[in-house]
């Protein structure tokens, strides 16, 4: 049996007198490639913020390598999770490369000067999300893929074993889309990082994830393996959509047909 990475046990949180997840139970197998699914509303992007506890808990707990989130420092915390969250706002009149090399702060400590390995993992990350030649350029300069793609660098120069990725295809063209997921795919199978990424696309979901956790109104409704978790019957459920759930011609995978007059909703 795969070891739990990452584990919520009667999870409530919210904002403010709002309760948004509700009695969240849940696993992340270690270096999975999970992917967060359902409609919009649901609570995926509530659910990853309380994970990189940027949420105060109404109830339960996150349980991270067997320790309570909560009683590990913030430091270390961004040691072990990389949060690149839907929307971030860069200071002003701020170059990319320096964006990207605020990644390195939770290794630095005070007084620490820039290291070869920061200089490597800062150049490693623009290499990955194809942003070198972006490095010089103002962020406020960009196009909304562009900066997508940045903030994408500067988490991953954090160098974390655990990325947690809200819409990170969000902006993005279809083929930066599917070299962002096949990147993730290699950070897990090359480096054995454990993936957990919220998507709207539930085909690109159930190609490349090898877990899926499926929510609804706050709580999870399914979780698995995408070849048992992605049905017919679940997607009209979750969703409102008819549909066929017919094999990918390229990988196998489930994949999403919606039918003629498809929506129930």
């Known amino acids: 049996m795969t070891e739990s990475l990452i584990s919520i046990n009667g999870l409530q949180v919210g904002y403010d007198g709002t309760t948004v997840c509700r009695d969240v139970d849940l696993a992340v197998p270690a270096g999975s490639y999970t992917a967060i699914i359902g409609p919009n509303a649901c609570g995926k992007s509530t659910l990853l913020r309380a994970v990189a506890r940027l949420l105060p808990l109404k109830a339960g ?43 390195r702060y939770p290794h630095q400590r005070m007084f620490d000067r820039w290291s070869r390995e920061d200089e490597k993992a ?23 893929g562009q900066r997508q793609r940045v903030w994408l660098a500067m988490v991953l120069a954090q160098q974390t074993p655990i990325l947690l990725l809200d819409e990170p295809t969000t902006f993005l063209d279809i083929a930066h889309q599917y070299g962002l997921l096949e990147l993730f795919d290699s950070l897990r199978s090359d480096h054995g990082r454990t993936i957990v990424v919220v998507l709207h696309d539930l085909n690109q979901a159930a190609r490349y994830a090898d877990h899926l956790i499926v929510m609804k109104d706050g709580s999870v409704v399914a979780s698995g393996d ?16 008819r549909c066929r759930v017919e094999p990918d011609p390229e990988t196998g995978a489930p994949m999403v047909i919606a039918r003629a007059g498809r929506c129930v909703a």
């Open 61 to 103: 707990s996150v349980i991270l390598s067997g320790r309570d989130i909560s009683t590990i420092p913030t430091r270390a915390i961004a040691r072990e999770l990389g949060l690149l969250p839907q929307s971030s706002t860069a200071p002003e009149g701020i170059i990319v490369s320096d964006l990207v090399g605020r990644g």
């Open 122 to 144: 800062v150049t490693e990350a623009l290499e990955a999300t194809a942003t070198t030649d972006l490095a010089d350029r103002l962020v406020d300069e960009l196009s909304g």
């Open 226 to 241: 995408p070849a048992e978790v992605i049905t017919a019957e679940l997607v009209e459920s979750v969703y409102g959509l």
